[in-house]
T-cell receptor, first 117, second 117 residues
Framework: DADVTQTPRNRITKTGKRIMLECSQTKGHDRMYWYRQDPGLGLRLIYYSFDVKDINKGEISDGYSVSRQAQAKFSLSLESAIPNQTALYFC????????????????FGEGSRLTVL | AQKITQTQPGMFVQEKEAVTLDCTYDTSDQSYGLFWYKQPSSGEMIFLIYQGSYDEQNATEGRYSLNFQKARKSANLVISASQLGDSAMYFCAMREGSSNTGNQFYFGTGTSLTVIP
């Protein structure tokens, strides 16, 4: 099983619908992130969280909200989806360099492809 | 200003040859980390290699090496003896701050590498 699991993996929805993307991890990491990937733009940070009580906006948080339900769970919501939110969404975790070696790299889920019609 | 710049949208390399993927970065922090990720057509993000800003030696991981030129703020990825399985999108990323204090990761727009048989 994957260490960072995203559900759903694929979703097609209509404009105005509420969508939730869920992320759970078994790595025991405190830090969790949501990114979106668009062709030609790379990955851009939506929100990040360093623990259950810590939520921070990233570069492109407008139109999104998050919930950190537990250390292992971090959900991304689109309250009213619009077509330009069509993208590949990644959840990622990091140990903040507490592990060995102390690189603190991001561990990614397999991605959730969202299409908003 | 872009934090991470990858100027090669697409690259081709002959199988068994070496290839260099360019990455330049912009930061005023003294402590930072540089990462390369591989994204095959299946979509997952695979961590390849890490270079810390205080590391004096260039990082190496198997056929991957990172050519770190601090004064030029460049962190090029070198893949030796290319294989067909190396065909993928490659992303350069930077974490500003140390591994336990830095929070945001910045990604480049990626380079699509195609290995020709």
């Amino acid at each position: 099983d994957a260490d960072v699991t995203q559900t759903p993996r694929n979703r097609i929805t209509k404009t105005g619908k509420r969508i939730m993307l869920e992320c759970s991890q078994t790595k025991g990491h405190d830090r969790m992130y949501w990114y979106r990937q668009d062709p030609g733009l790379g990955l851009r940070l939506i929100y990040y969280s360093f623990d259950v009580k810590d939520i921070n906006k990233g570069e492109i948080s407008d139109g999104y909200s998050v919930s950190r339900q537990a250390q292992a769970k971090f959900s991304l919501s689109l309250e009213s989806a619009i077509p330009n939110q069509t993208a590949l969404y990644f959840c990622a975790t990091s140990d903040g360099g507490q592990g060995s070696p102390y690189t603190g790299e991001l561990f990614f889920g397999e991605g959730s492809r969202l299409t908003v019609l | 200003a872009q934090k991470i710049t990858q100027t090669q949208p697409g690259m081709f390399v002959q199988e068994k040859e070496a290839v260099t993927l360019d990455c330049t970065y912009d930061t005023s922090d003294q402590s930072y980390g540089l990462f390369w990720y591989k994204q095959p057509s299946s979509g997952e993000m695979i961590f390849l290699i890490y270079q810390g800003s205080y590391d004096e030696q260039n990082a190496t991981e198997g056929r991957y090496s990172l050519n770190f030129q601090k004064a030029r703020k460049s962190a090029n990825l070198v893949i030796s003896a290319s294989q067909l399985g190396d065909s993928a999108m490659y992303f350069c990323a930077m974490r500003e701050g140390s591994s336990n204090t830095g929070n945001q990761f910045y990604f480049g727009t990626g380079t699509s590498l195609t290995v020709i048989p």
